[in-house]
């Protein structure tokens, strides 16, 4: 093994034991940090992102920068809330005691950033793990080399070099570094390397996270009203290409739609995709490209199968030298097809029809639990349904992704897409031990040398399980008699 890795974890484990990440001094001191990081460094940012994935800079700043930025500036503001200890009520009989829980931090953790979000995946973790007062490593992607190599430079001049450290290099460093033995992993990515990942921290049982992914799915109802139609579908679209062009884990997969309405859903994601991306191949726009080689033709393989060809109603055209993928429009190609079965995890998006919107419902229980579920409807029945009938990490009603900026609200996944959740509070917990403590007082102990005692003693701790609020009645009742013997003697 390369021991520069185990000289790492070594010097965490040092700046870590010495306590002085545990202060909230320190904590705000390394959020305050980002932020000036940010602010000191978005355009270099902004070009790291275009150069590895294509990234416009409203994109970039959408969903990176701005993330980043909110999340940093939330944590900030709640982070000596979420560290003090909370109250936690004790039964009577143990009068007089008190209880609390306390988060206390893990210790060294190692956080994986998935490529197509290379920034925001790398510090809006970060942000959780320094609020709960960790050290950490940062391993960046090395699929997004520009963006891995800006983490590189700026982070060890803005945080604290002996406490934050990034760790730069291939499939052989990430190897390495998932030998040693951390505190807390936290990986984002595929679930083919989640259960790598899962399988290296159960040799020395290290907690993970692990947020993946999958088929995520959006049901479209029938809408009455031309304007509701025209909003849902434009949100479609959004959630569809607007990410990273469809490299997104909580991006839409494909649509379950009634028979009927499909032409029309198919003509209006026509006229949003030309309007927002432009039909000519060569000159699309506000789009990301695919982000190598290998994605280029995995994704594009997808549709070289004939029976996924024949399903194309709307572009298909492909760019090799510039690994640009058109958006691509498919009407229900085989379902046992890669497109189906797989994370397409590009700008090809399936429709798929039904009979009855509510069929919706079993097509996708008939799969994996997804990350996310997209519904747009009206109908307080179904959207009923869909809540108590579907299993997902989120379900988000008549929009696409937006689940994903609310710091109130956990974001992970569930089964296949993922195991544990971050953001907002939601991160700090993830980094953190909750302790249980509890006070109790020498003062009273009840005892006695008469054996009829130790029968009343019996029925007083059955009576104190069972109601509770008996409890501080037997206790003085038990006082009594205690005082009564003491006499007696």
């Known amino acids: ?34 932020l000036k990081l940010l602010d000191e460094n978005e355009e270099e940012i902004f070009e790291a992102l275009k150069q590895d ?173 031309s304007y509701d139609l025209q909003v849902a579908v434009k949100r479609i679209a959004g959630g569809k290409w607007g990410p990273c062009n469809g490299q997104a884990c909580i991006g839409i997969d494909y649509v379950l739609v009634e028979t009927q309405f499909a032409p029309v859903l198919i003509e209006l994601l026509e006229k949003i995709i030309k309007t927002f991306y432009g039909e000519n191949l060569k000159t699309l726009g506000n789009l990301a490209r695919i982000v190598n080689k290998h994605h280029f033709d995995r994704v594009h393989n997808l549709l070289k199968d004939p029976k996924v060809a024949a399903s194309v109603v709307y572009g298909g055209s492909v760019d090799e030298e510039n690994m640009v993928i058109e958006p691509t429009i498919l009407l229900n190609p085989p ?33 994996p639990k997804p990350l996310a579920i997209y519904a747009f409807t009206k109908n307080d029945s179904l959207k009923e349904k869909i809540l108590q009938e579907t299993s997902s990490g989120s379900l988000t009603f008549n929009d696409a992704m937006i689940q994903f900026i609310c710091d109130t609200l956990p974001f992970g996944g569930v089964g296949q897409s993922g195991y544990g959740r971050y953001h907002g509070k939601f991160s700090f917990d993830t980094f953190s031990h909750e302790k249980a403590v509890l ?19 019996m029925e007083f701790v059955r009576l104190a399980y069972d109601y509770d609020y008996l409890g501080l009645i037997l206790l003085l009742l038990g006082l009594r008699g205690i005082f009564r013997t003491n006499r007696r003697q």
């Open 439 to 457: 006070h109790r007082s020498l003062l009273i102990e009840l005892e006695s040398r008469y054996p009829p005692w130790n029968n009343f003693k």
């Open 335 to 367: 379902l046992d097809a890669d497109i189906m079965t797989e994370e397409i995890f590009g700008p090809l998006l399936p429709i798929i029809t039904l009979n009855n919107i509510e069929e919706s419902i079993q097509f996708i229980n008939s799969r």
């Open 53 to 225: 994935l294509g990234k416009h800079p409203v994109e970039s700043y959408r969903d990176e920068v701005g993330v980043v930025r909110k999340s940093a500036t939330n944590a900030l503001r709640c982070v000596e809330k979420w560290m003090a200890p909370q109250k936690a009520p004790i039964p009577l009989v143990l009068f007089p005691a008190r209880g609390a829980v306390v988060s206390e931090p893990l210790g060294v953790v190692l956080i994986f950033v998935s490529w197509n979000f290379p920034i925001s995946l790398t510090l809006d973790p970060a942000i959780g793990a320094i609020s709960a007062g960790n050290t950490i490593v940062l391993k960046p992607s090395e699929l997004a080399p520009k963006c891995s190599a800006v983490l590189a430079n700026t982070i060890p001049r803005y945080l604290d070099p002996e406490a934050i450290k990034v760790v730069e290099g291939g499939q052989d460093v990430s190897e390495q570094l998932l030998q040693l033995k951390w505190d807390k992993i936290f990986f984002t990515g595929s679930p083919r390397v989640g259960r790598l990942i899962m399988s290296a921290a159960a040799k020395h049982l290290t907690p993970v996270t692990l947020e993946l992914g999958g088929k995520c799915p959006t049901i479209l109802d029938t809408l009455s009203s």
């Open 1 to 34: 093994m390369n021991g520069i890795e185990e000289d790492v974890l070594s010097e965490l484990t040092t700046t870590f034991r010495s306590g002085r990440t545990r202060s909230v001094a320190w904590r705000k001191a390394q959020l305050q940090a980002i």
